[in-house]
């Protein structure tokens, strides 16, 4: 029913940016909470960061400092600003939404993936 769309991934060198971005269509009625997740290979899937519709952000430990996460309501379109790259930063990278559809639906999707490789 709901499509997340994400983008900005790619490889880059230790220190440097990236961008992600996870968009749900413009007919929902609201995204509620954002999450951004990460699996590195032979790891398990852990939490980023995350954000609510009101601008509540959380982070994990090992990102805090250089990692943002950002939204447009508007635009029903959430945002991973990661700097300082570091190697262990190399996963996949998935949104996650937890999407108020219509009035009466509530669910959670997930985008399909976005690869982020950081060379040393």
């Known amino acids: 029913q709901v499509q997340l769309v994400e983008s900005g991934g790619g490889s880059v060198q230790a220190g440097g940016s990236l961008r992600l971005s996870c968009a749900a269509p413009?007919?929902?009625?609201?995204?509620?909470?954002m999450g951004w997740y990460r699996q590195a290979p032979g790891k398990q899937r852990e939490l980023v960061a995350s954000?609510?519709?009101?601008?509540?952000?959380n982070y994990a430990d090992s990102v805090k400092g250089r990692f943002a996460v950002s939204q447009d309501n508007a635009k029903n379109t959430a945002y991973l600003q990661m700097n300082n790259l570091k190697p262990e930063d190399t996963a996949v990278y998935y949104c996650?939404?937890?999407?108020?559809?219509?009035?009466?639906?509530?669910?959670?999707?997930w985008g399909q993936g976005t690869q982020v490789t950081v060379s040393s």
């Open positions: 996650n939404a937890d999407i108020l559809v219509n009035a009466a639906l509530r669910n959670t999707y």
């Open positions: 413009k007919t929902i009625f609201a995204m509620l909470t």
């Open positions: 954000i609510t519709r009101e601008g509540i952000t």
